[in-house]
């Protein structure tokens, strides 16, 4: 991704949420359709870790619509960030938002949710990590939230509706010819 270009890198929860609880594919493909066509203008992206998180299943995903429709090369090449994830930006992300000397379990409980946030701090200019989890300040180590160690690591945060006011999302949108 060019640098200057706005990017919001979304958090699996953002696609499962919205198949499930308020955009579901048959109810809503007028969303489904505007999402790739942000992710081919360079909006809307998903680093290959999120990514994946949906497309196998994993967490709350269940293998439905969602999954089949990411599973189609040409949807997965058109959300996928095409950058790999900085091992000392992920290292610094999980020191500063989780806390130092974290155990096994502790990394497998915190899951992708640092990769995502790495590749935010790669550009914190122009970069925005979308996600549903809310603050929660008061919890600590694996327990933390995305928008809190967002914000421990000077990552901007904020979630699906708020993206998709500032990306002009509408139910009446039609591609433009």
Known sequence: MGSGAKLYPLDANVLITANRDYYAMEMVPVFWAWLLHMAEQGSVKMPIETLEEVRDGGGKAKKDALVSWLN?????????????????????????????????TE???????????????????????????????????????????????????CNTFTMLRELGFSTAWVPLA
């Open 72 to 104: 189609r090369a040409d949807v997965y090449e058109t959300l996928l960030l095409q950058e790999e994830a900085d091992a000392e930006l992920v290292s610094a992300v999980l020191a500063k938002g989780y806390g130092d000397n974290l155990t096994d």
């Open 107 to 157: 990394i497998e409980e915190i899951g992708r949710d640092p990769f995502l946030i790495a590749y935010a701090a790669a550009d914190p200019m122009n970069r925005t990590v979308v996600s549903i989890e809310v603050s929660a300040p008061g919890k600590r180590r694996a327990n933390r939230r995305v928008p809190d160690v967002c914000q421990d690591n000077g990552v901007s945060f």
